[in-house]
């Protein structure tokens, strides 16, 4: 790595300091230098002695990038204010400057021009890549492939440090069971086991064995806590949920992300209990920091310590200020309310200084853990930045996570695989010849027009398929505006895609959303096919039965007439970069599908909420002995319970076959394993992938416990004809859940255990826990 010298006073003065940090820690003013032993807690200890409060107050003050900073000082406005800032030391981090030049040169004030020259974090959403796009994370977690999830984080790690980044805003780890919720896009799915698993992969991709590599990045868990429980799916909307679906669902994979040794984490929009979280010490003190022992930092999301206010949680900036410092949020993403109001609620003795020094250390302790204090240019290397975004390695790996993440949801009469010759193929949808929709919503550091089309995709299989717009969807650009959710009502093109229909071998069609049509502020109040969608694809089954529905979405759809209807349904989200190689290598039976869903699929959008963990109810089917007729009982009278596509759910090339289900006892102690085996055969015709999922359900507890609950799976490839024994464990650590005061517990009693390929799996079982 290319070093660059630091040759500057403040610098040095730190540097020098850092060797006598030892000698230094007795001296400090603060609460908690007495008893640290790390070296990194003395140094930090130590430098907190030389800060002003100012000085420690800007370190918890993040700005957003405010000018292109290798060109001329900013003389007025904003601009010059942070500017004048980040000279003063009062900014720690800034969101969303990049490019080794831009970086550098905002480093290079913070550095040098600074009193105690301290370096800053930069922060962006590197959600799924940097340039390199690979699939969104729900997409990803379709795989069930948390190997290829990790290196897929790790990717854009890579990447993203190689444009100067240290810090990503992710993973998002919010579990949501609400598909009208556009950030569901950006998630694990609804299941919290599951969830926690992704969680852990994705940091441990971010940030690696050894942060202080130039090629490791700080990972954030957000948003904490409760945000994917929007209220009617409505982003920014109130949260209303109990302290059970907060202890078993909401918070698990948070912990296990802290497990993990996540460095930061986000707190979130919406409020809890009637407390906004970024004002809510009951999560982010109580829980986070010191039960669960948290030692990195959080993060306010954007704006949202000025929100407190907003919420009418606080009388004004100032107040929000406060409040959000001492409930433990320890950087102000650009409320300003910080900047702006701690040092005088500290001098007002309204704020401790003890919180300021807790929080910023926090803060120095990221940076030190980063190297930043031994090089703070340590990501700005030009070279780094030109061989590795964009690299062919990153390419294959997003193509190989991106077949991955394809999920095979119909296949009637073996449509699927189309041949590679001889087949008379139409390819019909505005979606399959965009080369911007596939990158997805969050997409920091690619250009738009960059994915590889469907259209491409299968060209490369096939030169002479033929292709119809049908219907225009969006305005492919939108990505901060509303204008992408206007759907275009021409129906113009509609005819022309049915004649050319007409004696066609196949018809590929691919519609759903685009892009950025789900995502941040994207709720929707309609799942169905957005636009003219549906029209068209009624309009084409008309005079072709032959269709393969190929889905493009950030967030399940109510495809009902679909399902009814149509032979062959792909599931390929958006994709990212490679998105159009991975999906013509599915449908030409280059790669076959194995993914399975991590969202259900609701039959029509009054589902929602739907998931496959419900509770029982009291009245859970018809009372025994009733008439078939009578309603008193959990169900509507105008469409089943069922989800369309259930939780786990997905189809392959070749059928799977679970049999020979065995426990290795039928009883066992609390501190005992029992171990579930079952025989796995590929009873198909060609070599497929399958995820074997085992769920439980716990008959009897103090607290109601969900019908089912994932508690292992197993992702196996067999050749056909091939058989495996799949071997599952259960403990304590899966056979508990939380009380209502966030205490794990463990009950005695009996528990079903069920083994398939989905969450409706019907190979059952059960033994008693003692
Ligand atoms: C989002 C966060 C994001 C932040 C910075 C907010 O609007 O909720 O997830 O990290 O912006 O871009």
Redesign the pocket.
């Known amino acids: 790595m290319k070093k660059t010298p630091i040759s500057l006073l403040p610098v040095l003065v730190l540097t020098i300091l850092w060797s006598c940090a030892g000698n230094r820690s007795n001296s400090m003013n603060t609460t908690a230098t007495a008893t640290n032993t790390d070296p990194i807690d003395k140094k930090v200890d130590s430098l907190l002695a030389l800060m002003t409060l100012e000085e420690k107050v800007g370190q918890m003050n993040q700005y ?1 990038g405010f000018f292109d900073a290798t060109g001329p000082t900013p003389q007025e406005g904003n601009s010059k204010t942070k500017y004048e800032h980040i000279q003063k030391g009062w900014v720690g981090s800034m ?2 400057v990049r490019g080794v030049d831009e970086v550098r040169a905002v480093q290079k004030i913070a550095v040098e021009q600074s009193r105690l020259g301290i370096p800053l974090i930069f ?3 590197i ?1 799924h890549g940097y340039k390199t796009l690979a699939p969104i994370p729900l997409a990803e977690s379709a795989s069930w492939d948390l190997e290829a999830i990790e290196k897929s984080a790790r990717n854009a790690a890579i990447e993203a440090s190689a444009t100067g980044l240290n810090w990503t ?2 993973p ?1 780890v919010d579990i949501s069971r609400d598909a009208r919720w556009g ?1 569901v896009m ?1 998630g694990a799915g609804e299941d919290p086991y599951y969830g926690s698993l992704v969680a852990a992969a994705r940091v441990r991709g971010f940030q690696g064995d050894d942060l202080s590599a130039h090629n490791t990045i700080l990972a ?1 868990a ?2 904490f806590a409760g ?1 994917g429980f929007s209220e009617a799916g409505r982003d920014y909307n109130t949260v209303d949920i109990n302290r059970s679906t907060l202890h078993n669902v909401v918070l698990p994979p948070f912990k296990a992300a802290v497990d993990a040794n996540v460095k930061t984490l ?1 707190n ?2 919406n409020e809890l209990d009637g407390i906004p979280a970024t004002a809510n010490s009951y999560l982010q003190r109580e829980l986070l920091k010191e039960k669960w022992g948290f030692d990195g930092f959080v993060v306010s ?3 949202s310590i000025g929100e407190i206010a907003i919420w009418g949680a606080a009388e004004n900036l100032r107040e929000a200020a406060k409040k959000a410092a001492i409930a433990g949020s320890d950087m102000d ?2 409320s300003y309310a910080y900047v702006e109001h701690l040092v005088a609620l500290v001098k007002d003795g309204e704020v401790p200084e003890s919180v300021i020094d807790e929080a910023a250390g926090r803060i120095l302790k990221a940076k030190f853990e980063l190297g930043l204090f031994d090089d703070p240019y340590k990501y700005c290397d030009e070279t780094r930045e030109i061989t590795l975004i964009g690299s062919e390695q990153q390419n294959q790996d997003a193509l190989d996570i991106a077949k991955k993440s394809i999920v095979l949801l119909k296949n009637q009469n073996n449509l699927l695989p189309l041949k590679k010759s001889g087949q008379d193929v139409l390819v019909i949808g505005d979606l399959a010849d965009d080369k911007n929709s596939p990158l997805g919503s969050w997409r920091i550091g690619s250009d738009n027009e960059t994915a590889v089309s469907i259209l491409e995709g299968m060209k490369q299989y096939d030169a002479n398929i033929s292709y119809q717009q049908g219907v225009r969807l969006t305005d492919a650009n939108a990505e901060f505006t509303l204008e992408v959710q206007v759907n275009e009502t021409d129906p113009s093109g509609i005819d022309a895609a049915v004649q050319a229909a007409k004696g066609k071998d196949v018809v590929v069609m691919v519609l759903g959303e685009h892009g950025f049509q789900s995502g ?2 994207r709720s929707r109040t309609d799942l169905d096919l957005p636009g003219l969608q549906q029209e068209l694809l009624e309009a084409v089954y008309a005079v072709n039965k032959n269709i393969v529905l190929v889905l493009n979405n950030g967030r399940p759809l109510a495809i009902s007439w679909a399902d009814e209807n149509i032979p062959a349904i792909v599931e390929a989200w958006h994709l990212g970069t490679q998105a159009g190689n991975a999906v013509a290598a599915v449908l030409y039976g280059d790669h076959n599908p194995g993914g399975k869903l991590t969202l259900s699929f609701p039959r029509n959008i009054g589902q929602v909420p739907i998931y496959y963990n419900y509770k029982m109810t009291g009245r859970p089917t018809n009372l025994p002995g009733a008439p078939d007729d009578l309603v008193f009982w959990s169900h509507y009278s105008d469409v089943e319970n069922t989800p369309l596509y259930p939780f786990g759910y997905g189809l392959s090339y070749t059928t799977f076959d679970y049999d020979q289900l065995s426990l290795s006892n039928q009883e066992i102690g609390m501190n005992d394993k029992i171990e579930i085996q079952v025989r796995l055969t590929n009873t198909g015709e060609v070599a497929g992938t399958e995820v074997a999922q085992l769920y439980i359900r716990d008959k009897v507890a103090s607290i109601t416990r969900p019908v089912r609950e994932l508690k292992g799976f197993k992702k196996v490839s067999l050749a056909p004809g091939e058989s495996t024994i799949i071997t599952f464990e259960l403990d304590q650590s899966t056979l508990g859940y939380y009380n209502n005061d966030g205490e794990y517990m463990v009950e005695p009693g009996t528990f079903e255990i069920f083994v398939g390929g989905d969450s409706y799996a019907d190979l059952t079982s059960s033994f008693r826990l003692k």
């Open positions: 957003n969101l969303n922060g962006s959403d959600i805003f992710a998002n950030r950006e954030c957000k948003h945000y986000m979130s929009f999301d954007w704006g993403m650009e941040e502020g």
